[in-house]
């Protein structure tokens, strides 16, 4: 009899414990991930360098399987996640974007991201918990081997980004990244080509830190990024919103691209429609694509615009300027254009038009810029702060 009741309570300690396991990694044991179909590039994007940094770690491989221990979704996806996730946190997911939610439940990873690079960003997340710097390849950060790793049940995460865009701008990269990725990592018989093997490895880095803005490299010495085949692509694949600097409207590099794809000068004022229709075969070739579009002109490269000489000029021309970029954005991208992102750039000479009264609407981002010592030209006014 006591040995029957020693069994039973034995029994009776250990059914609760199996019922609320941990969730674990254990070296060399296989685990199986799962995610519904229609899920968006990058989110395989993002089980792929896990599935690699899974396998560096644990000495295991991760699969696509139906008795999954990690269980992923996006929102709107009618995913598993999504219907086990608590109200509490549901609402907060949906009110951010590219926020995301991990939970163990029951011995099981749960990832819900608000959208597809909320997404992304939490299943990275288990590769930085797993030990993998978000630096593993840029920096040489040595990948350490664990036995073992556990989640308690009942763990819980949810986060989200408190700036929109967050990013880096391939700037002077004639002795530095043209030359290293053209001549020896990405050599091509293109001069000045920065490819989309190169592309590949700055955008897994900025998943990985949870960055989602890229303006490409765009002096003379290289060739403009979406005149690369295959580079609008690898943005895609990693989720990346390209933009382009304050002399780069419409997403077209008029300082190497005019001269292949221009006619006439690069002058709003007196070669109107040829201009519009410089920026507007960009704009139609990335109706798929994420993007920020640099409103306003400068000239070809750094310096002002051409065909208006005073300010007034300049004011008349870059007023009318945003006025066709923004009906050009509507007719090819969406005819609501709060839902495309805009930014305008008062940099330099621009700066003392914007300071005439220049109207910009309110759902265009304004970028406040040094004067290339350090200092400031502008902080925003109490109006602007309120802009919406």
Not at 20 to 49: C, H, L, Y
Not at 108 to 133: P, Q
Not at 149 to 156: A, D, E, I, R, V
Not at 217 to 243: C, L, W
Request: charge should be neutral.
């Amino acid at each position: 009899m006591n040995l029957k009741l020693l069994l039973l309570l034995i029994v009776s300690f250990a059914v609760p414990q199996l019922l609320f396991a941990d969730f674990i990694f254990r070296n060399g044991k296989n685990m199986e991930i799962s995610f519904p179909g229609g899920e968006e590039e990058v989110v395989q994007t993002a089980v792929d360098i896990f599935s690699k940094d899974f396998s560096a770690v644990f000495n295991a491989n991760l699969l696509k399987g139906s008795n999954a221990q990690i269980i992923v979704g996006t929102l709107g996806n009618h995913s598993l996640a999504e219907k086990l996730i608590d109200q509490a946190s549901l609402e907060k997911l949906k009110i951010h974007s590219e926020g995301y939610a991990l939970w163990v439940e029951k011995d099981k990873m749960y990832i819900l991201g608000s959208d597809k690079r909320g997404t992304a960003y939490g299943i990275l997340e288990l590769s930085r918990r797993i030990g993998v710097s978000p630096w593993e390849w840029w920096a040489d950060a040595a990948i350490a081997r664990k036995n073992s790793l556990s989640f308690k049940n009942g763990f819980q995460l949810l986060e989200h980004p408190s700036v929109a865009y967050r990013g880096i701008f391939i700037n002077d990269e004639d002795f530095g990244l043209m030359s290293w990725s053209s001549r020896t990592f990405e050599p091509s018989k293109i001069k000045g080509q920065i490819g989309p093997k190169t592309h590949a490895q700055i955008f897994e880095l900025l998943l990985r830190l949870r960055a989602n803005a890229f303006w490409p490299a765009m002096h003379e010495v290289s060739v403009a990024f979406f005149q690369t085949p295959g580079n609008r692509e690898m943005a895609d694949k990693y989720g990346i919103v390209v933009g382009s600097s304050h002399c780069e409207p419409m997403m077209r590099s008029a300082n190497t691209e005019w001269k292949i794809d221009g006619k006439g000068n690069y002058d709003y004022v007196n070669n109107r429609e040829n201009v519009l229709r410089f920026w507007e075969t960009r704009v139609k070739e990335l109706t798929n694509s994420d993007n920020i579009y640099t409103l306003g002109i400068r000239g070809v490269h750094d310096g002002k615009m051409q065909g208006a000489n005073t300010l007034k000029e300049q004011f008349d021309a870059i007023t009318s300027i945003i006025k066709d970029q923004r009906i050009m954005i509507s007719e090819n991208l969406n005819p609501d254009l709060t839902k495309v992102p805009q930014v305008f750039i008062p940099y330099k000479e621009v700066l003392d038009v914007y300071k005439m009264g220049l109207k910009v609407p309110d759902d265009v981002t304004l970028m406040w810029t040094d004067d290339n010592y350090g200092y400031i030209r502008h902080f925003p006014t109490e109006a602007e702060r309120n802009r919406k």
